[in-house]
């Protein structure tokens, strides 16, 4: 494929989103995940924190077999792992588990110890953005769980939109669900969920940066908390 060509496929690719995320804005989640498996079939994947297996299940309904691609930190509570290896176990999907290049203990030689307190957007970027680069690079799209309602800076996140820094469509199939939505559709599909929700988490990412949130929080105020820090990059 030429430069050029690679040129015009990408800007269609996102004039193809950002078309969709005006077209698809009062669809369906399913109804969105059906035009991606159908827009791009095994070029499309979904990534999941394993926090539930809502947007897996429901990839796993438009397009059976669909990858679900899981961020191994080397950080998760073992209750995540234990969700991943459960959603393997018993879902339509094929779960794909991307690591960093280098383990905890090697990061901690280079790096020194905790280096999650010291510079998390360092950490964020080793463990979580390049893995995720490098293992989103054969697809053209990815759908994520990200729901406008988790936090302000999810506020305005279209439901198909172009996401530049990777150069690939972008799907947030339930991003105008609630929490009650999800609820209500983990109740109707018996979908497996970490059982960390139920011990008063409400975003469940690696553990050292990860606490319970307190009544009146929003769901992601127990992610970095007493930081800055908001969003690992993954999103940005
Ligand atoms: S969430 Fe924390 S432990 Fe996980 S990669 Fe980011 S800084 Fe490191």
Not at 90 to 95: C, P, S
Not at 129 to 142: I, R
């Amino acid at each position: 494929m030429t430069a050029t060509q690679e040129q015009r496929t990408t800007e269609e690719l996102k004039a193809l989103a950002e078309r969709a995320g005006r077209e698809l804005e009062d669809a369906s989640a399913l109804e969105i995940l059906q035009w991606a498996a159908e827009s791009f079939g095994s070029r499309f994947c979904v990534t999941s924190s394993m926090e539930d297996a809502v947007v897996a299940h429901l990839a796993s309904r438009a397009l059976p077999g669909v990858d679900v691609v899981f961020l191994d930190t080397g950080y998760h509570f073992p209750e995540t792992i234990g969700t991943r290896d459960a959603v393997e176990a018993v879902m339509d999907v094929n779960v794909i588990t991307l690591t960093p290049r280098q383990s905890v203990a090697e990061q901690d030689a280079e790096y020194g110890p905790r280096l999650h307190d010291r510079d998390p957007d360092l950490c964020c970027a080793l463990r979580k953005v390049k893995p995720l680069e490098e293992g989103l690079a054969g697809y053209l799209a990815w759908a994520t769980g990200l729901r406008r309602d988790e936090s302000e800076t999810r506020a305005n996140t279209p439901v198909v939109g172009w996401d530049e820094k990777r150069r690939k469509v972008k799907i947030s199939p339930i991003a105008k669900w609630s929490q009650e939505d999800v609820q209500t559709y983990v109740a109707e599909h018996g979908v497996l969920t970490n059982p960390l929700l139920m011990d008063g988490y409400a975003s469940v990412g690696c553990a050292p940066c990860t606490r319970r949130v307190l009544e009146g929080e929003d769901a992601r105020a127990g992610r970095w908390a007493g930081r800055s820090k908001t969003e690992c990059g993954l999103h940005g």
